[in-house]
């Protein structure tokens, strides 16, 4: 059913069958399913159809939500930042977007049943868009990059709404041109904003503007919008399927993501050495009781050793 994107900005797409007032995600996240988390980031243990299905859930509370699809080094990032583990206890999905976290997951008690990727969560949300008449709207990336990411899906899914696309070099914003760029969104009445501005820029300002931008769903998308263009080209599905896109990429673009995926590899190498630990202790000690969740810290830029 199409949504009607009439009324006051944010708050435009409640449905008339919400006859009891939604829990403000704002305030809560709201309870999809519970966590599993890995590496101390709470994941939602959701399929990329289910993922898609909880996001036109969002849409439809009405309320201004966002999700992260968070890589590895995204992950590895909280761990350096509080700031984004607050911006994660505010998210309202955080999907898995790299393998090595879904095989991480299997040593847990509920394990993610697979990685969602933001490359293909671009294409499956805008086909879900085209069917369900949500509009969208591109902010960010290199100059041309959103609007042939607008062209080029449309094309795929006739009927797809993209009703803005946007691309400021966000360092060299005044606040006067923010809050200009924050207006036009408004004004547009997005039920999808789709943010290019990196790992963690685009969740930090996200995050800042949340209120203000009034979409009932926004997610930082990064390169994603590069691969729905058609500019960078994706892995081979086996490559894909059998988490060895990072060395794809790498072979892109080596000079920009060699030092980033050494990084990664090595946190990767430091945190299965920690589950490792953890698991033999457990087998040492059969009569405790399982470890607790790991609290959430006080919260987390990206492409992912996925």
């Known amino acids: 059913m199409a949504l009607d994107a009439s009324g006051p900005p944010g708050y ?9 007032r939604l829990p403000d995600p704002r305030q809560q996240r709201p309870r999809v399913v519970d966590p599993a988390w890995v590496w101390r980031v709470p994941f939602a243990p959701l399929s990329m159809a289910e993922a ?5 859930n969002l849409i439809e509370m009405g309320q201004p939500t966002f999700f992260i699809t968070a890589n590895t080094h995204y992950v590895m990032l909280t761990q350096q930042n509080p700031d984004l583990q607050v911006i994660n206890a505010k998210a309202a999905l955080i999907l898995a977007d790299g393998a090595p976290l879904v095989w991480a997951s299997r040593w847990m008690e509920s394990p993610l049943p697979e990685r969602v990727a933001g490359s293909d969560l ?9 069917k369900q008449g ?11 990059v959103a609007e042939q990411a607008a062209l080029r899906l449309r094309g795929l899914y006739p009927g797809l709404q993209v009703v803005g696309t946007e691309c400021p070099s966000l360092h060299e914003l005044t606040r006067e041109e923010e809050a200009a760029l924050i207006g036009r969104i408004r004004a547009a009445r997005p039920h999808i904003l789709m943010v290019a501005f990196g790992q963690p820029k685009g969740e930090r300002w996200i995050y800042q503007h949340l209120e203000e931008l009034g979409v009932p769903v926004s997610v930082q998308v990064g390169a994603s ?3 729905a263009a058609g500019r960078i080209h994706r892995a081979p599905r086996w490559m894909r399927n059998s988490g060895l896109e990072w060395a794809f990429r790498l072979g892109l673009e080596p000079r ?3 030092g980033r995926y050494v990084r990664n590899a090595w946190f990767i ?17 059969p009569h405790s009781s399982s470890h607790a969740l790991p609290h959430k810290q006080d ?4 492409d992912s050793l996925s």
């Open 12 to 20: 435009a797409w409640r449905h008339e069958r919400d006859a009891q």
């Open 52 to 56: 898609v299905t909880a996001i036109g």
């Open 122 to 130: 671009v294409f499956e949300l805008s086909a879900e868009a085209a």
């Open 134 to 144: 949500y509009r969208l709207f591109f902010v960010g990336g290199a100059q041309g």
């Open 225 to 227: 919008l590069d691969f």
């Open 256 to 258: 920009r993501l060699f």
């Open 269 to 285: 190498a430091r945190m299965v050495a920690g589950d490792l630990r953890q698991a033999t202790g457990r087998r040492r000690i």
């Open 299 to 302: 919260s987390v830029e990206g």
